[in-house]
């Protein structure tokens, strides 16, 4: 049932809102906790909730919500050959690659799964009895090894809801019966070299609970097992550590991730900078590589995906945020090169086989914004086309959120968004070319363009951003960039996305104001902001205020600075307009000013107040009074007493803003106050003058 746009709560609206791709995309909640299983049983269907709702958000925004995104994809992808994925690959559907995971019954009624855990059950008993029973170093490894597979096999089991952690408990039998045997064995201490071997397959098996306790969700007992790995794998050469890498890896990434949630981002890096080295240093010596089998491979690729994964997120939580999409980007290429891999006959098993391409294109769009953000169009373009190619025809899981055609919304709202960008850099450019100025385009994301590489071999990566230098190119943006809003406004419908349809909307209208800095004619520029008001003030009689309130208040300022640019565009031509037209465009933007000024008072208290967080906030909403101040002084009369009488109430807002920056230090308003010092001086000998005139019974002069 759609959301309806008045009358409903802010919670159900919030929970219906899809996640906008907004150019500055991917700024982590203020106090999220980083995700610290690598479990497929804790897949994120809601990542693209988490998208961010700000027009005005930071650039770095965009990458935290990319890496949160790629969760999923970075537990099941790998890399198991090295070569590019070519665009051929995806030109035909990839309906086979979305299976829905459900299994048929057995003929005797039993589900397969129950039978599966069945057989789970008796081999971890077995494995368990051996442990127990063994007493040579031979015995004990032998079952020590059949432990470690079962648990790697345990891990990507699919558990019902209702015991999520079934098979995991089960491996940690299995674990814990190996460690035992383990122990009593260099108890006995048969001889230094036996107790050399069974400290590392101790270490291993340490890692491998630890990395259990850590999918249950049991971090201090997990965290414990890994120092105890941890401690031994550190003490050996990283030649003797690439025998046998999985359980080094592993352990390093969820250390890495530990410390991270402790916000500890030197000692996460170290650990994570540490697996990463140690699989460049596998996968560079071939002799090594091809020494493990099929799937010794897929475990590790998938191992060191995760990997770049984590890689991003610390980046991203440590302000890096350049860094972080690098990592980005190059776990969505290592899951379309492990696509690739499986689709030409990779011996791949378990969930690593599993490309979801609606997930993977989502993931992409929010990279694209990242990029969008730091002026890197052509990067953004290339996720982009990417994104159309990996997800035509992808459908949506059955356990996601959002409804069937919201990918193509937002592939198209991106590239709206980046024609839209496009087109308000030129628009800067050309005033500086204009004014004198020698200012070219800088491309953003500098450490991600050292490390890009494209996602298909063949993809054209040669275009470059040119600005437009006159109206004829900027319209050939305008138009391209609202086409694509066009489509994303036809599924982002009022009724059911409100936040996403006012955004869309929004950006509609910054169309206008950026095409308008192309136009040297006044009267132009005034249908261009009228055409903001069409698009921006009936969304403001339909939605509640309450319930949308941080929309509202963008709507209603963004609706009186368009009526301020027309009232004062009609005055800067040279076309005669009655005093009545002009009063009425003045006071409609005074109007909306005043709407957005009322809308920040506690309605009990009657006041106004601001956090040191507000800062931007607050420069606005003291904008708004200056805005009014200069309405005021605008309005033109035949009657002395009234012209006297705004001209009065200008005087007064003027006075009121210098007290109130003085009180409360607004920042960013320095050229503001220069003018309001100068109508302060100025405006009380105006109205003396008017004052005098009017007494005299002689018309009040313009000056």
Known sequence: HCDSARGRGASAAAARTHRSPQASALRPPARSRPQESSSPRRRCTSARTAWMDDQAGGTDSAVQRTSDALAEGARIAGEVAPEAVSIEEFTEETESDQGDGVRSAGEDGSSPVDAEHAADKARVAEICAKCGAASTRQDVEIAAQEALRCAHDLHYREDPEETPYRSAYLAREALEAAIAAVQRNLAAGDSNSAAAVDSFLEARLHARLGGNFVVTEEPGRGERSLHSARAFFEGRPREALAECPLEVLETFNQLGMLWSSREDFHAALSF???????????ERSADTWLSFDARDREALTRAYTQTMYYL??????????????????????????????RTAGAALTGASSIFDAHRWALDCVQLAGFYLGQGAYDLARHCLQACELVGRG????????????????????????????????????????????????HNGAEIARRHFTSFFAGADTSWKFSPATSFDEAIHLYRDSRNRLDKAIQFYVLDGFVSNHIKISQDMSRLFVALAGFVNDPLVRCKLHRRRVKILQPITLTINPTAYDALFKELTYEIGEAYFEVHANKLESSKEYTDARLNKLALRSIYFFQRFIKAFEDPIKKETKFSNDDEDLHRVWWMAHFHCARLYGKIRSDIPAERIAHMRKSLDTYRWLRKYHDENGIKNIDAEIEVVDGMIEVLPGRLDMWGSAAKRGKPLPDV
């Not at 990463?276 to 596998?282: H, N, P, Q, V």
């Not at 610390?314 to 090169?337: E, F, G, I």
């Not at 193509?408 to 496009?422: L, R």
């Open 394 to 441: 992808a459908k949506p899981p059955p356990t996601d959120p959002f409804p069937e055609g919201s990918l193509e919304a937002d592939i198209n709202w991106t590239w709206g968004k980046m024609y839209m960008a496009m087109l308000q850099e030129s628009r800067e450019l050309y005033r500086a070319a204009s004014a004198g100025y020698d200012v070219e385009h």
């Open 272 to 282: 994570l900078q540490k697996a990463e080295s140690l699989f460049s240093l596998i």
């Open 312 to 341: 991003a997120q610390v980046h991203q939580r440590n302000s890096n945020a350049d860094t972080a999409a690098m990592y980005c980007h190059r776990t969505l290429k290592r899951q379309l090169d492990e696509h690739r891999a």
